[in-house]
């Protein structure tokens, strides 16, 4: 059995996925007011940092997330990699259907009331909507980068599962081939204040590796129907400890 969260959420998953869920949905009427009130401020960004071992990640269950049993692995190294790139993965599809919802429906979208245990939708909205169009909305950018590989201290974690030896190698062999912060933080950098990111029809839900350059994902990180089902999961397991109006503490008066 893997660690859970308090929630009974598989560990990495509950920190790197549902926490930014959580964080992201309820600072997204501030950066909507932003765009309104302020005539300087014609778009914001958020930028998610993700890594290139998503791509070990080739399925998404979501009934394995508060797993019941220990399912088998072929070692503890590579069920701990796994469940970091599955947690990778879970950013990527959610810039993704972030992004969806801003553009279709706004922040109303973003901002609807959690969903019922058969995955529909409940009656009502956290909002009111006037059916007016919400063009702010379509001024927050969302994208994900990965940094690269970079000779951290949170690469001494190697030193558990490859012994104290060869995790000190391989943290040296990084050093010696990976990033440079500096080049790890260009990335973030330029998707957070390029201009690049909204001229024309705007860069939106991409991903991007060192430095600012813009590539493919896996293929099932591109699945939206995936992207769609993992968010209404999410919305359901935050609604469970924070309750079914949770999205409402995001909610400040005037702002929609």
Same mark, same amino acid.
């Given at each position: ?110 901002? $609807? !009331?959690?969903?019922?245990? &058969? =995955? #529909?939708?409940?009656? /009502? ?9 919400? *063009? ?56 957070? $204040? !390029?201009?690049?990111?909204? &001229? =024309? #029809?705007?860069?939106? /839900? ?9 590539? *493919? ?40």
């Amino acid at each position: 059995m893997p660690p859970l969260s308090p929630q009974s959420i598989e560990s990495i998953f509950a920190t790197n996925h549902v926490g930014h869920h959580i964080l992201t949905v309820l600072l997204l009427p501030l950066l909507h007011s932003t765009i309104i009130h302020f005539a300087d401020a014609t778009s914001t960004r958020i930028v998610f940092t993700t890594s290139s071992l998503h791509r070990l990640c080739r399925e998404l269950d979501v009934n394995l997330l508060a797993p019941s049993e220990a399912s088998p692995t072929k070692s503890a190294c590579y069920d701990g990699i796994w469940r970091y790139g599955r947690s990778k993965l879970a950013n990527i599809l959610f810039t993704r259907e972030l992004n969806r919802r801003l553009m279709e429906g706004g922040l109303r979208e973003v901002l $609807a !009331s959690a969903v019922n245990g &058969e =995955g #529909g939708r409940r009656n /009502g909205s956290v909002v009111d909507d006037n059916g007016a169009d919400d *063009e702010a909305s379509k001024h927050i950018y969302v994208n994900s980068f990965f940094p690269g590989n970079i000779a951290t201290d949170q690469m001494n974690i190697w030193k558990g599962y490859l012994g104290t030896v060869l995790g000190k190698a391989f943290k040296l062999f990084f050093s010696m081939t990976g990033q440079s912060t500096q080049d790890a933080a260009a990335t973030a950098l330029y998707l957070a $204040a !390029s201009g690049d990111i909204v &001229e =024309g #029809g705007g860069v939106r /839900g991409q991903y991007f590796v060192p430095v600012a350059k813009r590539e *493919e994902t896996s293929r099932i990180a591109g699945d939206m129907e995936l992207a769609r089902q993992l968010w209404d999961w999410t919305d359901r397991k935050v609604a469970e400890v924070l309750g079914d109006d949770w999205q409402r503490n995001a909610v400040s008066e005037g702002i929609c």
